[in-house]
């Protein structure tokens, strides 16, 4: 299973819907999970970021047809990933309602109006308390947990991508967020993307992973491709080390109803 996909409508990804779909079975893929960026909703006008609010009826609708045309072939899971942006969950879940995801991934892009996932901001950075953008980054994420807007946490730890890190431990921020997702009752993604940026390493790391199979908190796979190439990249590593770690199943989502599989 890939979980994590995008297209061209997000205006940073190439290829089309049905061209991952043709990657995840030519790669032997079970499950392909399409899951284009959710419509900004606090910067509206942000160009090549997401796909336009115009744009996600046809999203869905392409998404449905070809989930219909692949049966038998490919499960394919119409998704979507949401922005958590706090002051905006409920015009989020206004737009969720509208349609019938199979699961909805929970992701922070977004401190304010800086995306730092992004290369292109990086000098956002620039006269940050390192740590203390890590500490909001974090608490973002326990709200998005605790939203109930969002099936899965995306990429947990993304704010490393970039190989920013701050000099003090951030363990006691990590085990806080750990537990709100345990209490949340979400899954989180392992997204094996961070392995192509310079933090190299996948998203959430094997010390979050350990700590997640403590708690016994249910996983997906993702590979954040943006284009076809990237479906399922990276995952003889991920799946590795999920096996190490000790987890033996992964999870799906149908109708936003999650199930195990078997690794």
């Keep these: 299973m890939d979980y994590h996909t995008h297209h061209e409508r997000c205006g940073h990804a190439v290829g089309t819907l049905e061209e991952y779909i043709e990657a995840a079975l030519a790669k032997g893929l079970k499950e392909i999970g399409l899951s284009d960026h959710q419509p900004l909703i606090h910067v509206p006008h942000r160009e090549g970021s997401a796909m336009l609010m115009e744009q996600l009826p046809g999203y869905v609708e392409e998404a449905l047809a070809l989930q219909q045309k692949y049966r038998g072939q490919i499960d394919v899971k119409v998704g979507l990933e949401g922005d958590w942006v706090e002051g905006y969950g409920e015009q989020v879940r206004g737009l969720l309602a509208q349609y019938p995801f199979d699961y909805v991934i929970g992701s922070v892009h977004f401190l304010g109006e800086w995306d730092h996932t992004n290369s292109a901001e990086l000098s956002n950075w620039d006269g940050r308390d390192v740590y203390e953008t890590y500490a909001e980054y974090y608490r973002q994420v326990q709200l998005a947990a605790q939203s109930g807007l969002f099936d899965i946490i995306g990429h947990l730890d993304v704010i490393k991508r970039f190989g920013v890190k701050p000099e003090r ?9 750990v537990l709100a997702v345990r209490d949340a009752g979400v899954c989180v993604e392992v997204n094996a993307s961070g392995l192509r940026y310079p933090c190299a390493e996948q998203f959430p790391s094997v010390r979050v992973m350990e700590m997640m ?3 016994e908190i249910p996983l997906t796979v993702g590979s954040d491709a943006h284009q076809p190439g990237f479906v399922a990249e990276g995952f003889a590593t991920v799946y590795e080390l999920l096996k190490q770690v000790g987890y033996t199943h992964v999870h799906g989502f149908t109708g936003r109803k999650r199930y195990e599989i078997e690794i």
Excluded: G, R
């Design 169 to 177: 431990s951030v363990d006691e921020l990590l085990e806080q967020t």
């Design 213 to 215: 199979k403590f708690h």
